[in-house]
Every structure is written in C-alpha cells, then in structure tokens.
C-alpha cells in the first residue's frame, strides 16, 4: 500500500462500551507499533509487533487493552470497557529493516 | 529508563528567518537513534530527520539540520529559511539501538509547537 492505514479515522463513544481500533501497515513491514497520544501531550508507546508475535507490550496501561495482528498484516487494538480518561488519538506505525517508522494518520477516539 | 525531555512549549519564527527547537535526553545507552517527527495538525507523522548516535557528523536534510551533542546528550533542531508550511508540532525521539533491524519503540518528548510569521 501507499502508506500506513487506520479506522476509523474518529470515534466517539459512551463509557463502558468496547472499541476496535484497526491498523493495516504498509505492505511487507514486519514490525508494527501502537502508541498513544492525549491531548497536548507527546506519544506514548503502547505495544510492539514483530511479525505476529507482541515480544513489548510494556505500555499498555491496564488489562483492558489488547491487541493482535494477523497474518503479519492488519492489527487491532482493542479497548473495553472505555473510560474517559482512553480519550485519545491512537497512532499505529509500522517498519521495515531500515529503522524508519511510518506512521498512519491516527484514529481519534472520544470517550462521553 | 530513557526519558526525552523538550522544553520549549511554543517557539515563532518570521518566515524566511531561522529557528532552533531543543531536546536532551537521559539514557545509559551508548548506542541508539535519535530522530525529529513533524505533526502537522492532520495529524500524521512525518519524520523530518534521523541521527545515528555511533556518527560524530551531524544529519542534514535540505532546510533542517541536527547539532548532536553526544556528550551533553543534546539533539537539537535547526530549521532555516523558514516557511509557512513548517508550522507544526515537531517531536523529538530516541529509539534503542540494542535490538538491532528495525525493532524498538520510540520515546518522545512532548513537543514543541513552532508557528512561522509572515
């Protein structure tokens, strides 16, 4: 593909309902990363993907969040039971061997 | 744990004009990547220019350039001839060489939002 994809580009939902938020990278990139960004602040990084594999999921910040990828291609992050404070843009990026990161062009997720 | 730190929260420039963005980090780590994203407000990350700890010379990319300081654990930004178009936040980031490939997250600094004045 041309670039790294994400959807949906917004969401709004109500406290208490799960989200899925979805990632394709670009085509033949191993990696894949989530990273999250509130508002004013810079990004936090979340979980890693190597293949279809999560060596890193340090900074997911509680059991709520999941992710996986399949197919060495699309991943979902997954948010249940979403409060106020997940408010937030998600951001996916994904690399090759050549250390850069591309980044897709975040889903903006607003939780009432 | 490596921490990156930005502490200028807004800078401004006249366009045409040239203008420096700071960041330091702290990290025990003789080996890494340092790198400047650009976040434009559509949102999408575009990286501006890539540092690689083990050069001594400083990265260049047309209009923007890096003054690395290894010792100091310095990486600052230096845009010239500003535009228009460089209006942004703009990320500072570090990334781990020790896993090697392409492997490792990035750790960003807050930001600094740059506006360029007609």
């Known amino acids: 593909g041309a670039g790294v994809s994400q959807s949906p580009s917004n969401k709004v939902t109500e406290k208490g309902k799960d989200v899925e938020l979805r990632c394709d990278p670009i085509s033949g990139h191993t990696a894949l990363y989530w990273y999250r960004q509130r508002l004013g602040q810079g990004l936090e990084f979340l979980i890693y993907f190597q293949g279809n594999s999560a060596p890193d999921k340090s900074g997911l910040p509680s059991d709520r969040f999941s992710a996986e990828r399949t197919g060495e291609s699309v991943s979902t992050l997954t948010i249940q039971r979403t409060q106020q404070e997940d408010s937030a843009v998600y951001l996916c990026?994904?690399?090759?061997?050549?250390?850069?990161?591309?980044f897709g062009p975040g889903t903006r997720l607003t939780v009432l | 744990a490596q921490t990156v730190t930005q502490s200028q929260p807004e800078m401004s420039v006249q366009e045409a004009e040239t203008v420096t963005l700071s960041c330091t980090y702290d990290?025990?780590?003789?080996?890494?990547?340092l790198f400047w994203y650009k976040q434009p407000p559509s949102r999408q990350m575009i990286l501006v220019i890539r540092q690689e700890a083990y050069k001594q010379q400083n990265a260049t990319e047309n209009r923007f350039s890096v003054n690395f300081q290894k010792a100091a654990k310095s990486f600052s930004l230096k845009i010239s001839d500003s535009q228009l178009g460089d209006a942004a936040m703009y990320f500072c980031?570090?990334?781990?060489?020790?896993?090697?490939?392409?492997?490792?997250?990035?750790?960003f600094g807050k930001g600094t939002k740059l506006s360029v004045k007609p």
């Open positions: 990290t025990s780590e003789s080996d890494y990547y």
């Open positions: 980031a570090y990334r781990s060489a020790r896993y090697g490939g392409s492997q490792g997250n990035l750790i």
């Open positions: 990026a994904s690399s090759s061997r050549m250390n850069e990161q591309f």
